[in-house]
């Protein structure tokens, strides 16, 4: 009599470049650190096999956990059928945020990272609070960096005070990743640099000046005179001959406000 064989389960996969985490302690810390409390509005995207979500759900936030596979996301549902979870099968950078304030807490695929959080900061009519994402190290520390700014740190930085708060070591994923990894946390400021009204065309402006890594009074010369930009230099605390990179993000508004006040953006 042959013996018929159960059709082996598809291993779990995940989101491509995704790394899951090994440790429940290390997901409770996190999740600790970034001041969840009970009744929050949690987001945790690229839930893959649980890791935060179960923090998160320890903690008693509301958690949607997103995820694209959908044999973890099927196992997500069975997992936390009983807990205030709710299980979304998509690809986030597609996805659309919650209405309402809410945070997010994460392990972000490493190969859609950036996608990812160019969707949730880079438009500030998105009611999003806070932000604790596990990126790449080398990622967390540029999105971060004071110098050299990004153009990326700069927009996002208008509206929130990023900051890279702990290193992972990959050994702590599994797959373990080429790289470490960092937490890459944005708090939303209790006033923005820039109004969030205008944020696209504080957006073309930043772009304007990092198109090219040329002195600001040739990058910005379509928006600022050299002798504007010579007189509001001491003012904003940058030299006369300065780059894109050499100015934050209060400087770079500083520049738009007058920019915007010249009518030229």
């Not at 904003?236 to 934050?248: E, M, Q």
Request: charge should be positive.
């Amino acid at each position: 009599m042959a013996v018929r064989k159960r059709p082996a389960r598809r291993a779990a996969r995940g989101a491509p470049g995704q790394h899951f985490l090994r440790s429940s302690r290390l997901a409770a810390d996190l999740v600790r650190d970034a001041g969840v409390e009970a009744g929050d509005l949690v987001v945790d995207v690229g839930a893959g096999t649980g890791a935060l979500t179960h923090a998160l759900a320890a903690a008693r936030a509301r958690v949607v956990a997103l995820e694209l596979d959908p044999v973890l996301a099927s196992e997500l549902r069975r997992r936390f059928s009983e807990r205030e979870v709710d299980v979304v099968e998509a690809d986030a950078r597609e996805y659309r945020w919650p209405e309402s304030p809410f945070a997010v807490v994460a392990n972000l695929p490493f190969a859609g990272s950036r996608d990812i959080l160019s969707r949730l900061l880079g438009d500030p009519r998105v009611p999003l609070r806070r932000a604790d994402a596990i990126v790449q190290w080398e990622a967390a520390v540029k999105h971060a960096a004071v110098w050299p700014a990004t153009l990326k740190g700069v927009l996002w930085g208008a509206w929130y005070e990023l900051a890279v708060t702990t290193r992972i070591s990959r050994t702590a994923f599994s797959p373990p990743p080429a790289v470490d990894a960092g937490v890459l946390r944005a708090l939303r400021r209790p006033e923005p640099l820039v109004e969030a009204c205008e944020f696209a065309r504080y957006a073309r402006f930043v772009a304007d000046g990092f198109r090219a890594q040329r002195p600001l009074r040739i990058a910005l010369r379509a928006h600022l005179t050299p002798r504007e930009l010579k007189r509001l230099a001491p003012v904003l605390g940058f030299g006369v001959d300065a780059l894109p990179r050499d100015l934050g993000a209060r400087q770079w508004a500083g520049l738009f406000e007058l920019a915007r006040d010249r009518g030229r953006v």
